[in-house]
């Protein structure tokens, strides 16, 4: 028998309005069909959303772990159990992301990935892999580990992406020796190519945009400003996402990495539509820890975590966040001023586009897949409904 949700007596967040008393009718993982009524659904469980929002479950499309996991572990556990976290907090599919590291380890993880995508029946879906790194620049090399930073090397680089059939995207910086080669490459593959970690200067921005790059990574967090050499003044890639209308943008929206006037900045001049919510997360994300390592188990790079996000013992830098998705979108509309609909669209619709799932994600509309939250006014998860399977309930966690 197929099976049927009716999810009904809340405010639903469709693509162009809220329907305030509507239904949403779901059959075998997808949404049927939306009404502005509450109507019958023959053999349904009926889920009562009591006057609290329903919304596209959240795309994170730039995460490394959480729950006491980071990706880099390179182990089934720990991809199934950092989604199974993330979905609590509304996160219904990410993009899971590495950090620097040599060939084999990256390897490993991309064969852990397949491992768990199969298994991964109770936590937030995976979209396809992120390499973040290692083709980055030394000097904004943030918390990532300077021992595997290296220029983009065609040979490597061509046979990670022959191994995988799982990798949507890849964060390197423009301005390296054959980057702009790397960069058509990705794009050839359609994988999406982003700007990270990078010293560019405008002029090279530009040029990564025509070779590929079409997406900056964690937009202000280690990369280029305005630079000046002697007299002369070069705008930086802060400076180039702005100018550059079509290239899209996203950022740690936990209310630390960006103060308010860069959050409210950034929607000002790139808009709801080309600026995405990210976690960035890192191992501590959903617990309470206050020492912990970014990276794998064994080459880890010790972290603090105070006032909410992960730093280098020295404070001298960010690395990474704790956040959770639910807090992203808070913070847009509690320190940026958004709208409760604007705010998540920065996490659904905004992010599926980037991404290329639109067709699948990112708007409750008929024929997509039902990734459904059930959130109150100040975003605290009620329920999450990955595929049309409720992975998540706040009653019986309580
Ligand atoms: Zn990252």
Redesign the pocket.
């Known amino acids: 028998m197929d099976k049927k949700l009716k999810i009904f007596n809340g405010k639903i967040l469709t693509p162009g309005r809220i329907l305030s008393n509507g239904t949403v009718v779901v059959i075998d993982g997808m949404i049927r069909e939306i009404t502005k009524d509450n109507v019958t659904v023959p053999g349904a469980v009926e889920i009562d959303a009591r006057g609290n929002y329903i919304s596209p479950g959240f795309i994170d499309m730039?995460v490394?772990g959480g729950a006491g996991h980071d990706f880099m572990d390179a182990t089934e556990t720990a991809f199934l159990e950092t989604a199974q976290l993330h979905a609590k907090y509304g996160t219904t599919s990410m993009l899971p992301?590495t950090?620097t590291a040599s060939k084999e380890k990256l390897f490993d993880v991309l064969a852990a990935y397949d491992m768990a995508n199969e298994k991964n029946k109770r936590g937030a879906q995976f979209l396809g892999m992120h390499i973040?790194g290692p083709y980055l620049a030394m000097n904004q090399k943030g918390a990532q580990d300077p021992r595997f930073i290296r220029d983009p090397d065609p040979a490597e680089y061509k046979e990670i992406i022959s191994r995988s059939n799982n990798i949507r995207r890849w964060s390197a910086a423009p301005e390296l020796k054959g980057a702009l080669e790397f960069g058509r490459y990705l794009k050839s593959k359609n994988i999406l190519a982003s700007v990270a970690h990078t010293d560019a200067v405008y002029e090279e921005v530009l040029k990564a945009f025509e070779n590929g790059y079409s997406h900056i990574?964690?937009f202000y967090s280690a990369m280029s400003g305005v630079t000046r050499v002697e007299c002369t003044r070069y705008a930086g890639v802060i400076e180039s996402g702005y100018l550059i209308d079509d290239m899209t943008v996203e950022i740690i929206a936990d209310g630390v990495h960006l103060p308010e006037p860069l959050l409210k900045l950034v929607h000002k001049i790139k808009g709801v539509e080309k600026t995405a919510l990210i976690t960035?997360a890192m191992r501590a994300a959903g617990t309470s820890v206050r020492e912990s390592f970014l990276g794998d188990r064994e080459n880890g790079i010790r972290v603090i975590i105070e006032d909410d996000v992960a730093k280098l013992p020295d404070r001298s830098c960010f690395a990474?966040s704790v956040a959770t998705a639910d807090r992203l979108v808070r913070t847009m509309i509690k320190l940026a001023g958004l709208s409760l609909p604007d705010a998540v669209r920065m996490i659904t619709s905004t992010p599926a586009a980037i991404v290329g799932v639109t067709d699948r994600k990112g708007l409750l509309m008929p024929g997509k897949d039902a990734d459904i939250l059930i959130f109150d006014e100040n975003i605290t998860i009620q329920t999450t409904i990955i595929k049309g399977e409720i992975v998540y309930s706040r009653n019986d966690a309580n």
């Open positions: 730039h490394h992301t950090l973040e990574t964690h960035d990474g």
